[in-house]
């Protein structure tokens, strides 16, 4: 079957980003972009017509028998691309002009938020510049002044004083800065502003994950407004109750709304929201995708673009969206001197060296080479498992670019990272340097005693797990230079045998660690069993005399995992002492040792359980959180303290067969400021601290 043929309609990097996910699609084989940029033209072909000039887009359209349009900019909405296109039978993605005076006018937008129950902000609509001023005097300050029509994301005025006010009315009133028009003047709205795009068609509305913009030109929110210097995707700051209210008291109800006014939507309907003290409340809505944030959402997009597309322009239900678990992060390069006077022309290099999707904003070719053609240049976009993650990697991209006339903001996600937005724990990195301190350690201790430390594991019967942690256990003790005995023993072996085998290894000066793989058949005793190990030789640290001298505070052997778990704590740099822990699981292996080894460290210290009442309560007084219960999503994101140390000590199988912890990563690591993965956070660490205790078993057989 012949591919599809698309249009994109723009040209900055909102529409590159339309152009990448529809690039992605099997069913699409040419794409179109008109005017397209520099960027665009490298995977679709740039047609050098302009967004508003509909009739020629019409005619190109038809003699290219293109399958499908979308619209990227609100100019060409404006402009009534969407009806002229469907008179002549094309399919088209976006609003028609009567659906797009959601965006065009502010006053249309206002009076269907107050006739819906939508919640926002009050406000007054004005067209005379002295009564505009006059009641900006009367209330109180700052004042938020918003140009009624299309002034490419910059019609916005935060006056924080009447002067400011004054200069605003009098460029959107008298001066005719954006054309003519009224002067909506809203009450000033605080908290952290977030974008909710959705893809809605008539009522039905699909959601795409949330993003935070970032406005103003310069590190930490300050300098003059511009179109975007940056976004991120995975917001910590907004809880599950938050998104439910956002997508049906205010998405769903103004798609509705919409609809019962005769002007259904057809496209894409853009939620710019703030959460407020008195909960989430519409800042302004667009008829679009959000610049830069469709930038950093569309990357997840894991669906069929086209589909998606062609199923809303065909008022059909898409397939169910699917998008990624990550989050992304896009920073914005832009020329020196914007949003005022910038020059254009500059070369620049690097781009090609990028591992990061580059979204073209203004660019151009000249002579062969990438040069600066706009305010906002590029956008650089990079992924992660956490928000952190995700800024580490963009931003080692963003140095890369080599250009003398670009600046950008080095802060975005600044109040995630500074509230949440989840460093990764690296276990496994960590477990490496533990091991390599080991092995080094044992080379000179050889040299000094004449023997290597060594490590017995016995294994009772063939369980696939024990299997693998066995082998694990014994290749790694081999790896750090250490003598390694594995002693296999069948399901069948009595009581008796396994605790005569105990003894003989007991009493075998060569040996310094004995460590018994469990869980045993049900015909063993295992507390027999522990207890049967030398205190001496217990490299679990699971001996009840090593367990009880734990507890008072003299000389034993540390069990493995809650050892590690303090070394990971200990390598996000944070001081454990007069922090509240949180330990949720009373296990003798993790949760009652790692409780007491957080006292030691002068931590205060809470224990929760199954049984403990509203434990959200509990976790979120939590400046480190260990989670050990051994049940999948026993904590999410609602439950963890921003900026919070999140162990997941949990291994789970879920519905899919995929490994997962006690935490549900995703939301946890929103909120957390550092969090242990599943896998590759506390496992490796626990073999880690058994070469580390078999170590320790051997120096003070040896020294004493």
């Not at 699409?28 to 017509?49: D, H, L």
């Not at 691309?81 to 088209?92: S, Y």
């Not at 019609?155 to 005719?176: H, R, S």
Request: net charge negative; charged share 25%; aromatic share 6%.
């Amino acid at each position: 079957m012949e591919g599809k043929k698309v249009l994109v309609i723009g040209g900055g990097g909102r529409c590159h980003a339309i152009v990448d996910a529809l690039s992605r699609s099997p069913q699409v084989s040419k794409i179109f972009c008109a005017p397209g940029n520099a960027g665009i033209g490298q995977v679709a072909t740039n047609v050098p017509i302009k967004d508003t000039d509909v009739a020629s887009l019409r005619e190109f359209a038809l003699k290219e028998g293109i399958d499908l349009t979308v619209v990227g900019p609100e100019a060409s909405l404006a402009r009534g691309i969407v009806d002229e296109f469907r008179a002549c039978g094309l399919r088209i993605f976006g609003h028609t002009l009567s659906a797009t005076r959601i965006e065009s006018s502010k006053e249309f937008a206002k009076e269907l938020m107050f006739k819906y129950g939508i919640p926002t902000a009050e406000y007054k609509s004005f067209t005379s510049y002295d009564e505009a001023l006059e009641y900006v005097k009367s209330r109180p300050f700052p004042s938020v002044l918003k140009y009624d029509g299309l002034a490419a994301g910059k019609g916005v005025v935060i006056a924080q004083n009447l002067e400011e006010a004054d200069l605003a009315l009098k460029m959107m009133l008298l001066e005719g800065e954006f054309g003519e028009g009224k002067v909506v003047v809203e009450d000033f709205l605080t908290g952290p502003e977030f974008s909710f795009m959705c893809f809605v068609d008539g009522e039905n509305v699909y959601p795409m994950p949330l993003s935070q913009d970032h406005k103003r030109a310069f590190d930490w929110d300050e300098g003059p407004n511009t179109g975007g210097m940056g976004a991120y995707t995975g917001l910590p700051f907004v809880s599950e109750a938050d998104w439910n209210y956002a997508y049906n008291e205010i998405m769903v109800r103004t798609a509705r709304a919409m609809a019962h006014e005769g002007c259904p939507l057809s496209g894409v309907l853009y939620g710019g929201l703030m959460k407020t003290p008195d909960g989430v409340k519409v800042i302004e809505f667009n008829a679009r995708f959000g610049d830069p944030e469709t930038e950093v959402v569309l990357p997840l997009l894991e669906s069929d673009a086209y589909d998606v597309f062609e199923a809303v322009a065909e008022s059909r239900a898409p397939m169910p969206l699917r998008w990624s678990n990550r989050v992304t992060m896009g920073v914005v390069l832009a020329s020196k001197g914007y949003p005022g006077k910038y020059e254009k022309g500059a070369v620049i290099e690097g781009i090609d060296s990028l591992d990061a999707k580059v979204f073209h904003m203004g660019t151009a070719i000249k002579d062969g080479k990438t040069v600066t053609a706009g305010g906002r240049v590029m956008m650089v976009v990079c992924d992660g498992r956490t928000i952190a993650e995700a800024a580490d990697r963009v931003y080692s991209q963003v140095d890369k670019v080599r250009c003398d006339n670009l600046f950008f903001r080095h802060d975005i996600a600044h109040w995630a990272l500074e509230n949440g937005g989840g460093r990764i724990i690296d276990g496994k990195l960590i477990s490496e340097r533990v091991k390599t301190s080991v092995k080094a350690r044992v080379e000179v201790i050889e040299k000094r005693f004449g023997r290597k430390p060594c490590l017995t594991v016995i294994i009772v019967g063939t369980n696939p797990a024990s299997q693998v942690y066995v082998r694990n256990k014994v290749k790694t003790a081999a790896y750090v230079g250490m003598e390694s005995h594995l002693v296999e023993l069948p399901e069948s072996v009595s009581e008796e045998e396994l605790l005569r085998t105990i003894d003989t290894l007991n009493r075998d000066s060569s040996v310094d660690g004995i460590l018994v793989q469990l869980p045993l058949p049900k015909h063993i005793d295992e507390s027999k069993v522990i207890f049967a190990i030398d205190k001496s030789k217990d490299v679990d640290g699971f001996h009840i005399l090593n367990v009880g001298s734990l507890w008072v505070g003299a000389e034993c052997i540390k069990p493995c995992t809650p050892r590690g778990i303090i070394e990971l704590i200990k390598s996000t740099g944070v001081d454990i002492q007069g922090k509240h822990a949180v330990v949720v699981g009373r296990s003798n292996i993790v949760g009652k040792p790692v409780a007491k080894l957080l006292l030691d460290e002068n931590a205060t210290v809470t224990i929760a359980h199954s049984r403990t009442p509203d434990l959200g309560k509990i976790t979120r007084e939590a400046d480190i959180l260990v989670v050990a219960v051994g049940k999948e999503g026993v904590v999410t994101g609602d439950m963890v303290k921003a900026g919070a140390v999140v162990i997941d000590v949990g291994m789970n199988r879920n519905a899919e067969g995929k490994l997962v912890g006690d935490v549900d990563f995703q939301s946890a690591a929103m909120k957390a400021s550092w969090i242990t993965p599943v896998p590759g956070g506390v496992g490796p660490m626990t073999i880690a601290m058994l070469m580390e205790n078999t170590l320790e078993c051997y120096l003070r057989k040896m020294e004493h």
